[in-house]
């Protein structure tokens, strides 16, 4: 095994750009079994190619992926192989932070993936309510959505006040309600990027603006976010979770560095995942801080 690693490292880094690196055939081969060794299928050439031209336009697209670490961006890339999540369905993200490459899954991904626990019947996509929303709760026999009509034109300072996910599993319909304040507490408490936002007023050392953090650039996504990771803790915590593998990512909007002292997490997570790309599936990793 430890050859086998030390070969992935020579080829990795001897390529001239990231488009020759992906198409080596290491790389192919390491990504085709990782995914049918963890999905039990013979799909893995197909989506190795299908991630790969999506990849490869993430690169076109964003010049700072071409500077992370080589081992970090082949970590990256096969944790899609070992998950089955895709970039091109906007289930996972490969983000440069810094001089690695951080796999991400979003809420979307993450609710695939919940799909698959054996409990799970179905998980309705969640859905945001704004103030301006006509919305009424039922308390009997559980909290439960009565009513949700949805504006069509809001006002400009409208803001969103609940964020609800309706799912049912063998025992029954449940409904996961987070009011505003429970998802604020969390961005306030845990939101890296924001409390780093906040303590510096919005504004970078020079003066110029600071780049919004996810959670307020993107108000409906985070609380759809924080929904769906909650029932996901919620999930797994309760449940047996057997031949399903609930990734538990780094939120890069979070700004949770994964240990990146010295510039080194990734690649250690990453060496690890390299280590085990020969023939095993690859475990999932308790990485996500922000609920906790």
């Given at each position: 095994?430890?050859?086998?690693?030390?070969?992935?490292?020579?080829?990795?880094?001897?390529?001239?750009?990231?488009?020759?690196?992906?198409?080596?055939?290491?790389?192919?081969?390491?990504?085709?079994?990782?995914?049918?060794?963890?999905?039990?299928?013979?799909?893995?050439?197909?989506?190795?190619?299908?991630?790969?031209?999506?990849?490869?336009?993430?690169?076109?697209?964003?010049?700072?992926?071409?500077?992370?670490?080589?081992?970090?961006v082949y970590g990256a890339f096969?944790?899609?192989?070992?998950?089955?999540?895709?970039?091109?369905?906007?289930?996972?993200?490969?983000?440069?932070?810094?001089?690695?490459?951080?796999?991400?899954?979003?809420?979307?991904?993450?609710?695939?993936?919940?799909?698959?626990?054996?409990?799970?019947?179905?998980?309705?996509?969640?859905?945001?309510?704004?103030?301006?929303?006509?919305?009424?709760?039922?308390?009997?026999?559980?909290?439960?959505?009565?009513?949700?009509?949805?504006?069509?034109?809001r006002p400009e300072d409208d803001?969103?006040?609940?964020?609800?996910?309706?799912?049912?599993?063998?025992?029954?319909?449940?409904?996961?309600?987070?009011?505003r304040q429970d998802v604020v507490?969390?961005?306030?408490?845990?939101?890296?990027?924001?409390?780093?936002?906040?303590?510096?007023?919005?504004?970078?050392?020079?003066?110029?603006?600071?780049?919004?953090?996810?959670?307020?650039?993107?108000?409906?996504?985070?609380?759809?976010?924080?929904?769906?990771?909650?029932?996901?803790?919620?999930?797994?915590?309760?449940?047996?979770?057997?031949?399903?593998?609930?990734?538990?990512?780094?939120?890069?909007?979070?700004?949770?560095?994964?240990?990146?002292?010295?510039?080194?997490?990734?690649?250690?997570?990453?060496?690890?995942?390299?280590?085990?790309?020969?023939?095993?599936?690859?475990?999932?990793?308790?990485?996500?801080?922000?609920?906790?």
């Amino acid at each position: 095994m430890g050859n086998k690693l030390v070969l992935v490292q020579e080829d990795i880094t001897a390529p001239k750009n990231l488009g020759e690196m992906m198409s080596l055939d290491s790389v192919k081969t390491s990504f085709v079994e990782n995914y049918n060794l963890s999905h039990k299928n013979n799909n893995g050439e197909m989506v190795y190619e299908r991630e790969r031209n999506a990849f490869m336009q993430m690169v076109h697209e964003n010049k700072n992926i071409e500077n992370c670490t080589r081992m970090s961006v082949y970590g990256a890339f096969i944790s899609l192989a070992s998950t089955g999540l895709s970039l091109v369905n906007q289930e996972a993200y490969l983000i440069p932070y810094g001089q690695t490459l951080q796999f991400q899954v979003s809420w979307m991904g993450r609710l695939r993936q919940l799909l698959q626990l054996e409990s799970v019947i179905e998980i309705a996509v969640p859905e945001v309510v704004y103030k301006s929303d006509l919305f009424e709760l039922g308390m009997l026999p559980k909290k439960h959505v009565k009513a949700h009509e949805r504006k069509t034109q809001r006002p400009e300072d409208d803001i969103i006040t609940h964020v609800y996910v309706n799912y049912e599993l063998t025992k029954g319909d449940r409904w996961l309600i987070l009011e505003r304040q429970d998802v604020v507490r969390i961005m306030q408490g845990f939101s890296k990027s924001y409390i780093i936002w906040q303590q510096n007023k919005g504004k970078n050392k020079d003066g110029s603006p600071m780049k919004l953090p996810f959670a307020l650039a993107f108000p409906e996504d985070y609380f759809k976010k924080t929904v769906i990771k909650k029932l996901s803790k919620q999930l797994t915590h309760t449940q047996k979770v057997s031949d399903v593998e609930i990734f538990e990512d780094v939120d890069y909007e979070e700004g949770d560095e994964l240990g990146l002292e010295n510039g080194s997490g990734d690649d250690r997570r990453a060496l690890d995942i390299a280590k085990r790309a020969g023939g095993k599936q690859i475990a999932s990793a308790g990485y996500d801080k922000e609920n906790k």
